[in-house]
């Protein structure tokens, strides 16, 4: 029978424990909420919100079509340009999504006959792009310079190496500096993704490759997300203006995908301008994360130390990581839960993102659920 092979995947997924479901979020939910990447807690900031109505007003619910045809309003243009230039780059593009616009970096960058040196952790949108690029992909250890250097020293030009600047899961930091230079002997560029690093890494949240000294180099690119810490929905690439024209003639996810719709580019415009004005908030969501690892620490967690915002707490087995999860729901927190296959490592944790604008004492109410409803 046609699909009769999807209900036997979907038995075993139920005899594994690995069903995912939708739980759909109230608009007023009342859960301390430590599980979304709202990092600057600006998602529902007045000044995001009338961004997005005033840029529906006047341009409308949808984009209408694709950046190359009517797609492209003013707005694309200033936050394109107010974006490159916050993170220190020539040029941006924005893409309806973060996945798309890895997607397009990566196989616009890696034609065939190139090589791919691609970090083991990286994030899924990352490993897609692999997936589509013509180019050969080789996946290295993680977050380790001497295996890309290896790996590089095989290339046939061109070649790239592609990593997070912060990996998802455990929230480590790729080490930049030296990726940048291992790519650097072997004339190989380097792209980043920069979802978990923008807003939150760098003086004023400009990001990991600007703390990293990387902004503006001509052999770097930096893919982001608008959806994290800037509240807003989409994604966006920066890099030299000639990879950037490069893109906008050769990405497929730009050239064949509706360009971001007007009220989520006017959002991520209006958040980018408040962190401008407010870049204690990048520091904040930082000084979070160290206090929630020190104090889940403290008593006894096993929490990987924070170099951004994400703060991953070990679990005992995927079945436990379940229930540590609904069990601090039932008690009136969200968490994440990361459970394999989403993990390659086999470990589960739960998974915390510190926001700005969580007090110390949500911060305690937090750390003090997690313990009581620790398996
Ligand atoms: C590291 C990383 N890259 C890319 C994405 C995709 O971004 P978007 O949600 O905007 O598609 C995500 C998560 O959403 C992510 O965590």
Redesign the pocket.
């Known amino acids: 029978m046609a699909f009769g092979w999807i209900d036997e995947q979907a038995a075993a997924r139920r005899r594994a424990g690995l069903v995912r479901t939708l739980r759909p979020r109230p608009a007023d939910s009342p859960l301390l909420d430590l599980a979304s990447n709202d990092y600057l807690g600006l998602a529902r900031h007045p000044e995001i919100i009338e961004g997005a109505a005033e840029a529906a007003r006047r341009w409308g619910g949808g984009a209408t079509g694709s950046r190359l045809v009517t797609g492209t309003t003013e707005l694309h243009g200033e936050l394109e340009r107010e974006l490159a230039d916050f993170c220190g780059f020539e040029a941006a593009l924005v893409f309806s999504?973060?996945?798309a616009a890895?997607l397009a970096a990566v196989t616009a960058l890696a034609p065939h006959g190139s090589l791919v040196v691609s970090d083991a952790g990286n994030?899924a949108?990352l490993i897609d792009g692999c997936r589509l690029a013509r180019g050969t992909t080789q996946v290295v250890a993680h977050a380790d310079p001497d295996a890309v250097r290896k790996a590089l020293s095989t290339a046939k030009s061109p070649a790239i190496t592609v990593s997070?600047t912060v990996f998802?899961v455990d929230g480590d930091a790729a080490p930049l500096a030296e990726l940048a230079a291992a790519c650097r002997e072997y004339g190989a560029g380097l792209v980043v993704?920069d979802?978990?690093g923008l807003g939150v890494l760098g003086d004023g949240g400009r990001g990991a490759p600007h703390a990293a000294g990387l902004a503006g180099a001509p052999d770097v690119v930096v893919t982001v997300?608008l959806?994290k810490s800037l509240g807003s929905q989409g994604?966006a690439v920066l890099g030299p203006a000639h990879v950037i024209d490069h893109l906008v003639n050769a990405a497929r996810t730009f050239i064949f995908d509706t360009g971001l719709a007007p009220a989520a580019t006017g959002a991520a415009l209006a958040a980018l301008r408040l962190l401008r004005r407010e870049p204690e908030r990048a520091a904040r969501a930082r000084e979070v994360a160290r206090a929630l690892h020190t104090r889940l620490t403290a008593s006894g967690h096993e929490a990987v130390r924070p170099d951004a915002a994400v703060v991953s707490v070990r679990a005992p087995s995927p079945d436990q990581a379940v229930r540590w999860a609904a069990d601090c729901r039932s008690a009136g927190l969200a968490v994440g839960c990361f459970r394999p296959p989403s993990v390659p490592d086999g470990v589960s944790r739960l998974r915390l993102t510190a926001r700005a604008d969580l007090t110390e004492g949500q911060i305690d109410r937090a750390v003090g659920i997690i313990g009581d409803t620790r398996p």
């Open positions: 999504s973060g996945y890895n994030h949108s997070d998802s993704d979802a978990h997300t959806s994604g």
